[in-house]
């Protein structure tokens, strides 16, 4: 079965960086659309950022330039580099995957179960 397993949040003073990490398994991990989506307590999910096969990653306005997504086949793994952090960034993080393309789209067919950042 598909699993998706997030790992690096924690807590982090502003201007700080962290790297998230989630580790795919159960399904053909190279040719999904992968993505991470972000929540706080009484919003909305909303999307961070998505990477496709063949598309260029795409970003939230709000993360563009401080955020890369990217991900390594190899290790069947995606990443989420979060550079020059804002309290604003705190929430939990969720890897998602999609047999095609989604963009920051929600609807992803399969989630992870998260993992917190929180930024100080």
């Known amino acids: 079965h598909v699993q998706l397993v997030e790992s690096g949040g924690g807590s982090v003073q502003a201007g700080g960086s962290l790297r998230l990490s989630c580790a795919a398994s159960g399904y053909t991990y190279s040719s999904y659309c992968m993505a991470w989506f972000r929540q706080v307590p009484g919003k909305e999910r909303e999307g961070v950022a998505a990477i496709g096969v063949y598309e260029s990653p795409s970003y939230a306005t709000s993360v563009m330039g401080r955020f890369t997504i990217s991900k390594d086949n190899t290790k069947n793994t995606l990443y989420l580099q979060m550079d020059s952090l804002k309290p604003e960034d705190s929430a939990m993080y969720y890897c998602?995957?999609?047999?095609?393309?989604?963009?920051?789209?929600?609807?992803?067919?399969?989630w992870g179960q998260g993992t917190q950042v929180t930024v100080s």
């Open positions: 998602a995957a999609h047999p095609w393309f989604r963009g920051l789209n929600p609807g992803y067919q399969f």
